[in-house]
C-alpha cells in the first residue's frame, strides 16, 4: 500500500511537470490568442487591446496556474479559432479514439498469448517458422500503411465497407462496430507481432527453469505445464510493452483515423496545430500525457500483482 | 517395486551421440532406500531422471527396462506415465531455490498433485491435507506458509516444502537427486533425517541420489556406486564402505574429508 501512494504521488509530480513543459512551450512559440483572432494585419495598438482583454499580458506563473485549476476542474480554456469551450470540442471526439485504443488492445492481448504459446510449445516446428516470417513482415510494416492495405483488400476487394465512410455509434451501433474494427486490427497487427515474439522467446526461456521440470514431475501435462506455470512468469516482460503499447495506441488511433476517415481527435489535433489553436493542442498533448502516465501507474501495480517478488523488492529498498 | 534392467541412456542433441548411462541394473524393494553415489558426471541424475520420467524424449534414446509396480515405463504412453508421475513417484530436486515457481503461492505448489490425480477430493478436505502435509514435514505456523511465496522462505524450508509437496498424494516412491547439496550442513542433516522419517512412518521407498559418500552411508541400507555412466560396484553400505572392492569405491571413501586430531 505504501508503495502505491508512493507511486501515486511520483505519478501527480510527472503530470504537473509536463503541464508546466507544455504551456511554458506554447507561451514562448510566437503567435497568441489575440493574433489568433485578429488577423495579422491588424494594427498593434488593437492586438495589445485584445491582450489587456483577454489577460495575456499578465505574468506567465499566473497564467499558468490559472490554467491548470481550469485544466483539473475539466475546463480546458476557450478555442481561438471556434471559440467554443475546449472541453466540448475534445469530450464529444475522445470516446471514439479512446474504444480505438481499448479494442485493438483487447485484440492484441487476446491474440498475441495463445499464439506467442502456441509457437513456443512448437518451437522449431513448420507453424512456428511461419508465425515467426509472418510475424517479421508485420512488425516492419506501419500501422497506417497496414490500415491502407486493410481499406484496399476489405473496403475494395471484398467491399465489406465504404472506404471514407464512417457511421456514428448513436445512429447504428453494429454500423459503427463495422467502421472500428478494421481500424482497430490496422493498430493492432504490429503490435500483435511485437508481443508474440517477445512472449515465444520469454515462454521458452522459462520452460528451461527448474519449476518446469517440477510442474512435469507432479504429473502436470505439456498444456497445463506452459498455461499454469510458465506463461505467468513469461508475461512479465510483456506486461511492460503493454503498458507502452496502451499508450502507443491512443497516439496511434489519431494517425489511423486519417487513414479510415473518422472523426476522432487526431483531426482536431490537426486543425488545431495549423490554425494555432493552442488551447486545443495543449489540452489534447496534456491528456495524452496523462493516459501514458496512468497506464504506467497501472502497469506498475499489475507487475506488482503478478510477480510477488517485486514489492518484497521495493520494500527492502525503501528500509 | 522397482527394477532397472539393462538400463542405457544416449543424449544426441549434441554433434555426436553422447552415452550417458550404460547397463545400470538395480533393484528396490518396498520401504527400502537406496543410494546412488558418484561424481558429478557419473549419469546417476540421468538414470533418476530416467526413472522419474522426466528425460525429455526426443533429445535421447533410452534402452533396457524401467519396471515400476509391475508397469514399464520407458516404453509406456505419456499419458499412463503421467498417471504415476506426482501419484505414485514424487521427485525433490537439487536447487530448492528454483525448483518452485517464483509466481505461486506455497499451498497451491504443495496441492497441486492432489488437484491433478485426485479431483474428487473438495477443497476443504485439500486444505486439510495440505496443512498436514506441511505439518509432517516438520514446518511450524503450516497455516501462514500455506499463503506465503517462496522468496518468503529460507532454503531449507523450501526443500521442506518440496518434499511436503512430492509427498501429498502419498507416493510409494520418492526420488531425492542430491536433495541436500544446496543446504547448510546443519540443515542437510534434519534433511536426511525428515527423509528417514518418512521412510520409516510412510513406507515409502527412497531412491537417494548423491555424491556425498557418508551421508549416502548414513541413510541408506544399500549402495550403488557409479562412475562414468556405469555400476562400479553394489551392495550394503556398510559392507561397502569398510570392505570396498573396487579401486574406485576406495578412492571415493578416501576422499571424504576426516576429523583429526590437530598434531601438537
Not at chain 1, 520469454?202 to 498444456?223: L, Q
Not at chain 2, 539393462?6 to 520401504?31: C, Q, S
Request: aromatic residues 8%.
Amino acid at each position: 500500500m505504501r508503495y502505491v501512494l508512493k507511486k501515486l504521488a511520483t505519478t501527480l509530480i510527472t503530470l504537473l511537470c509536463i503541464s508546466f513543459l507544455v504551456y511554458l512551450a506554447f507561451d514562448i512559440i510566437p503567435g497568441d490568442a489575440a493574433l489568433a483572432s485578429l488577423g495579422t494585419d491588424a494594427t498593434p495598438e488593437r492586438i495589445e487591446a485584445v491582450r489587456e482583454e483577454l489577460g495575456l499580458n499578465r505574468p506567465f506563473m499566473e497564467r499558468y496556474a490559472d490554467w491548470l485549476t481550469g485544466f483539473v476542474r475539466g475546463d480546458f480554456g476557450i478555442s481561438y479559432k471556434y471559440n467554443v469551450p475546449v472541453s466540448e470540442m475534445i469530450l464529444s471526439k475522445l470516446p471514439i479514439n479512446v474504444v480505438m485504443a481499448v479494442t485493438a488492445f483487447i485484440i492484441m492481448a487476446g491474440v498475441s498469448v495463445p499464439v506467442g504459446i502456441y509457437s513456443a510449445k512448437h518451437k522449431g516446428k513448420g507453424v512456428d517458422r511461419l508465425i515467426i516470417v509472418v510475424n517479421q513482415v508485420m512488425m516492419s510494416v506501419p500501422h497506417f500503411f497496414m490500415g491502407i492495405l486493410i481499406t484496399y483488400i476489405f473496403g475494395l476487394i471484398f467491399k465489406i465497407f465504404t472506404p471514407g465512410g464512417f457511421v456514428s455509434y448513436e445512429t447504428d451501433l453494429g454500423g459503427f462496430i463495422l467502421y472500428m474494427i478494421f481500424p482497430c486490427i490496422a493498430i493492432a497487427l504490429p503490435k500483435i507481432a511485437m508481443s508474440v515474439k517477445l512472449l515465444r522467446g520469454s515462454c521458452i526461456e522459462e520452460a528451461g527453469k527448474d519449476y518446469v521440470r517440477t510442474a512435469y514431475s507432479k504429473g502436470n501435462n505439456t498444456s497445463k505445464v506452459l498455461y499454469r506455470h510458465v506463461l505467468r512468469n513469461a508475461m512479465l516482460p510483456v506486461i511492460t510493452l503493454w503498458g507502452m503499447t496502451l499508450a502507443d495506441m491512443i497516439v496511434g488511433s489519431i494517425v489511423i483515423e486519417q487513414v479510415f476517415n473518422i472523426p476522432g481527435i487526431g483531426r482536431i489535433l490537426l486543425t488545431s496545430i495549423s490554425y494555432r489553436d493552442y488551447p486545443v493542442v495543449e489540452a489534447i498533448i496534456v491528456l495524452i500525457a496523462l493516459v501514458v502516465i496512468v497506464t504506467n501507474f497501472c502497469v506498475d501495480i499489475i507487475y506488482q500483482i503478478v510477480d510477488p517478488r517485486i514489492s518484497a523488492q521495493k520494500n527492502s529498498l525503501s528500509k | 517395486m522397482l527394477e532397472v534392467k539393462n538400463l542405457n541412456i544416449e543424449f544426441h542433441d549434441h554433434d555426436a551421440p553422447e552415452h550417458i548411462v550404460r547397463n545400470i541394473n538395480m533393484t528396490l524393494k518396498y520401504g527400502e532406500i537406496l543410494g546412488i553415489v558418484g561424481e558429478s558426471g557419473s549419469g546417476k541424475s540421468m538414470t533418476a531422471m530416467a526413472i522419474a520420467g522426466l528425460l525429455r524424449r526426443h533429445d535421447v534414446t533410452t534402452s533396457g527396462e524401467i519396471i515400476f509396480d509391475k508397469k514399464e515405463l520407458l516404453s509406456a504412453k505419456r499419458s499412463e506415465l503421467r498417471k504415476i508421475q506426482g501419484n505414485d513417484i514424487g521427485v525433490i530436486f537439487q536447487e530448492p531455490m528454483t525448483s518452485l515457481n517464483p509466481t505461486k503461492r506455497i499451498g497451491w505448489q504443495v496441492e497441486e498433485s492432489l488437484k491433478i490425480h485426485k479431483p474428487e477430493i473438495g477443497k476443504a478436505e485439500r486444505y486439510k491435507l495440505v496443512i498436514e502435509s506441511l505439518k509432517n514435514v516438520e514446518l511450524d505456523n503450516p497455516e501462514l506458509i500455506y499463503k506465503k511465496y517462496p522468496h518468503e522462505l529460507s532454503g531449507g524450508m523450501r526443500q521442506r516444502v518440496m518434499i511436503a509437496a512430492a509427498m501429498i498424494c502419498a507416493p510409494k516412491l520418492l526420488i531425492a537427486d542430491e536433495p541436500t547439496t544446496a543446504l547448510d550442513v546443519t540443515i542437510q542433516l534434519q534433511i536426511v533425517k525428515l527423509l528417514q522419517r518418512l521412510n520409516r512412518e510412510q513406507k515409502t521407498s527412497i531412491l537417494f541420489i548423491s555424491h556425498d559418500l557418508s551421508l549416502v552411508k548414513s541413510i541408506c541400507g544399500r549402495i550403488l556406486v557409479m562412475h562414468d555412466g556405469e555400476e562400479v560396484e553394489e551392495g550394503v553400505a556398510d559392507e561397502i564402505f569398510n570392505n570396498p572392492r573396487q579401486e574406485y569405491t576406495r578412492e571415493l571413501i578416501n576422499a571424504i574429508p576426516k576429523l583429526e586430531k590437530p598434531k601438537l
